[in-house]
T-cell receptor
Framework: KAGVTQTPRYLIKTRGQQVTLSCSPI?????VSWYQQTPGQGLQFLFE???????NKGNFPGRFSGRQFSNSRSEMNVSTLELGDSALYLC???????????FGPGTRLTVT | QQQVKQSPQSLIVQKGGISIINCAYE??????FPWYQQFPGKGPALLIA?????SEKKEGRFTISFNKSAKQFSLHIMDSQPGDSATYFC??????????FGGGTRVLVKP
């Protein structure tokens, strides 16, 4: 069974631009969560989606948003990029009723 | 507020030795405690996990010890191998699937 896939793997953007990252969960997984990983703040929860509904949200500004589609694929969007948004963005998926979350390889975003 | 404190930040162990990583949590609503292993350039991989009604769980060379009253849990890596050199993260899960992670421990196993 294929793992969680994320596209693109690497991205370079300029301050003020916006970016959209994509995540395809493991087949059959309907819950998708997003995390930001930086050297300074570590791994931080962004949001979780289940059945196209946001179920949980972390402490990030409104510039960070996401959505989930009927096929469970998810996207996250960051508007008005700031230098501090440079990070590895990770997506994780899980089966409904299971606590186990499986991470993708991440998208490395660099904001210049 | 850092709800999961992980120590040490790094450790070096000889091949065949035991690596021990400790975590302490504050949120008593956590109901699931996983450990993840991350190699450079990769996403975290689920290693082993425990529920708070169990005091110990062992899977191969990896063991979690859990002390609910002290709000602490630890990962023991027995017979450490060079291939175990990675960064390890503990976490606690509260509402939904929200994971709160510790700061990570970089483990280096010397041959």
């Amino acid at each position: 069974k294929a793992g969680v896939t994320q596209t693109p793997r690497y991205l370079i953007k300029t301050r003020g631009q916006q970016v959209t990252l994509s995540c395809s969960p493991i087949s059959g997984h309907r819950s998708v969560s997003w995390y930001q990983q930086t050297p300074g703040q570590g791994l931080q929860f962004l949001f979780e989606y289940f059945s196209e509904t946001q179920r949980n949200k972390g402490n990030f500004p409104g510039r960070f948003s996401g959505r989930q589609f009927s096929n469970s694929r998810s996207e996250m969007n960051v508007s008005t990029l700031e230098l501090g948004d440079s990070a590895l963005y990770l997506c994780a998926s899980s089966l409904i009723g299971s606590y186990e979350q499986y991470f993708g390889p991440g998208t490395r975003l660099t904001v210049t | 507020q850092q709800q999961v404190k992980q120590s040490p930040q790094s450790l070096i162990v000889q091949k065949g030795g035991i690596s021990i990583i400790n975590c302490a949590y504050e949120n008593t609503a956590f109901d699931y405690f996983p450990w993840y292993q991350q190699f450079p350039g990769k996403g975290p991989a689920l290693l082993i996990a425990i529920r708070p009604d169990v005091s110990e769980k062992k899977e191969g060379r990896f063991t979690i010890s859990f002390n609910k009253s002290a709000k602490q849990f630890s990962l023991h890596i027995m017979d450490s191998q060079p291939g175990d050199s990675a960064t390890y993260f503990c976490a606690g899960k509260a509402a939904g699937n929200k994971l709160t992670f510790g700061g990570g421990t970089r483990v280096l196993v010397k041959p």
